[in-house]
């Protein structure tokens, strides 16, 4: 059983640029798409960006395309979200999320397995 770990979380100004990293080890990872969602307060959780099994597709929500980028390493069992040109409204509580299938989704009902999140703070 997957069970997706965060890191990487933080404070930084508007502008500033942050990593996320998200841990699955598990022999199947593969077998996993992955997916990360954030959750502001008072607000629903949200998606933001998507990977499949392979890398090769990678779908992202409007409010962060061309500044976040999402990837995987299936050697290493990792999931990154590179954040650039972070905006306050980016602020929220960041989940790594894994899907067994081949393609990514923005459905959170879609996914089997869920990290505890790591906190992302942009001040203005």
């Excluded at 997916?35 to 962060?64: C, L, N």
């Excluded at 061309?66 to 989940?95: C, H, W």
């Excluded at 790594?96 to 990290?115: L, M």
Aim: aromatic share 12%.
């Amino acid at each position: 059983q997957v069970q997706p770990v965060e890191s990487g979380g933080g404070l930084v100004q508007a502008g500033a640029s942050l990593r996320l990293s998200c841990a699955a080890s598990v022999p199947t990872f593969t077998s996993y798409a992955m997916g990360w969602f954030r959750q502001a307060p008072g607000k629903e959780r949200e998606f933001v960006a998507g990977i499949s099994w392979s890398g090769t597709s990678k779908i992202y929500s409007d409010s962060v395309r061309g500044r976040f980028t999402i990837s995987r390493d299936n050697d290493k069992m990792m999931v990154y979200l590179q954040m650039n040109n972070l905006e306050p409204e980016d602020t929220a509580v960041y989940y790594c999320a894994a899907r067994w299938g081949q393609y990514g989704s923005r459905r959170d009902g879609d996914y089997d397995a869920w990290g505890q999140g790591t906190q992302v703070t942009v001040s203005s």
